[in-house]
């Protein structure tokens, strides 16, 4: 079975500093990737996805994330965190073969609450 | 264009009392999702309806638990029996078009069984 596992329930970084979110996957077939984020009193939204095509994926707001098949990872970066970052971000797996390639089944990760420090 | 929308956003109920969640999708909307996180863990696929049917319902936790939707528009999930581990944030999400991999959620429902 898929299973996402993400390092660090909290982050806190400083502003203008590096955010790195880790997201650890298992899958026995190559999954579409994603990360989501959740803002105060919102519903999730999508950052960025990989489904199969370029390996550095481009989100909104800065972000990206690299899929790397032989660490099993799609660790989500920004290389200057700002205050309206502070949020909780998902990483979430579908299986590509699952409903003729329905992406909506997603198997989401605990989640990553990111704090911006002044 | 209205976004996805659920209510009540946060409903109180006693264990053995019923509660209805409601979700309305984005105009046009044909898949329709619902998610539920327990608090600390992570959020889980309850069901997928395409349209009016069910496409998929194999994270429905029991039978105390009816999703349904009704002309293929707004959605409804009814607990009846709440229990105490029904407590956690319900998502709502809705998709057109799946080759594209984005969900849009609702704020979601939060329900508290006491």
């Known amino acids: 079975a898929q299973s996402v596992t993400q390092l660090g329930s909290h982050v806190s970084v400083s502003e203008g500093a590096l955010v790195l979110l880790r997201c650890n996957y298992s899958?026995?077939?190559?999954?579409?990737l994603f990360w989501y984020v959740q803002y105060p009193n919102q519903g999730l939204q999508l950052l960025l996805k990989?489904?199969?095509?370029?390996?550095l994926v481009k989100g909104i707001n800065g972000f990206e994330a690299e899929f790397k098949k032989s660490e099993t990872s799609f660790h989500l970066t920004k290389p200057s965190a700002h205050m309206s970052d502070a949020a909780e971000y998902f990483c979430?797996?579908?299986?590509?073969?699952?409903?003729?390639?329905?992406?909506?089944?997603?198997?989401f990760g605990k989640g990553t609450k990111l704090s911006v420090k002044p | 264009e209205a976004g996805v929308t659920q209510f009540p956003s946060h409903s109180v109920i006693e264990k053995g009392q019923t509660v209805t969640l409601r979700c309305d999708p984005i105009?046009?909307?044909?898949?329709l999702y619902w998610y539920r996180r327990v608090m600390g863990k992570e959020i889980k696929f309850l069901l997928h309806?395409?349209?009016?049917?069910?496409?998929?319902e194999s994270g429905m936790p029991n039978n105390r638990f009816l999703a349904e939707r009704t002309g293929g528009t707004y959605s409804t999930l009814k607990v009846q029996p709440a229990e105490l581990e029904d407590s956690g944030v319900y998502f709502c999400?809705?998709?057109?078009?799946?080759?594209?991999?984005?969900?849009?959620f609702g704020e979601g429902s939060r329900l508290t069984v006491l």
């Open positions: 999400a809705s998709s057109q078009d799946l080759t594209t991999g984005e969900l849009f």
């Open positions: 899958s026995s077939v190559p999954p579409y």
């Open positions: 990989y489904t199969s095509a370029a390996t």
């Open positions: 979430a797996v579908s299986d590509p073969l699952k409903y003729g390639g329905s992406q909506g089944n997603l198997i």
């Open positions: 105009s046009g909307h044909d898949n």
């Open positions: 309806f395409v349209k009016e049917s069910k496409q998929d």
